[in-house]
């Protein structure tokens, strides 16, 4: 897959750790992907220590993929408050733990389960999704997760191994 690296932007995105940090690692999720899910709990955790000590920033960016059953995540992303990052995220980790107790809800349910996770419908988000939606397809993105480092795509199921030793090599 070929993708279009110069058209990434760290615009309309959740932002873990310094804007100083010389790595900027995108990601590209679904809150209702199982892959996505499966990164957030085992391959990103090995970036805090990065994120920590000031070389790595993660910038998450929600992927509003049109496929059942993402849709429900889709919906989700509506809730998310931007301008609140480090609690959003904490919101964002909780929903991966708790994806299997509300990821097979209908759409319709989604507003009260926001309502139950603390959150409320943002007026921007659509707007930014939209952004998000337009910088996917100039990147071109197809699957989530799409995680890059640097140059280098992992794309849904991601290898913690490889990954570990592309995000090592990028920072020495």
Partial sequence: MSFQFDQITHEDSIKIGSDHAPLKIVEYINLRCPDSKNYEENVAPFLNKYIKNGQVQRILKHFDKAKY????GNVLNQYLNYSTPVETFRVIKKLFEEQSTWGSHRLSQIPHIAKDYGLTLQADNRERAQRVDEEISAVNVENVPTVF????????????????????????
Wanted: charged content about 35%.
């Fill in 69 to 72: 059953p993402l849709e429900v």
């Fill in 149 to 172: 480092v640097g140059e280098e795509a992992f794309v849904e199921t991601i290898d913690l191994d490889e990954f570990k030793e592309t995000v090592e090599n990028h920072l020495q």
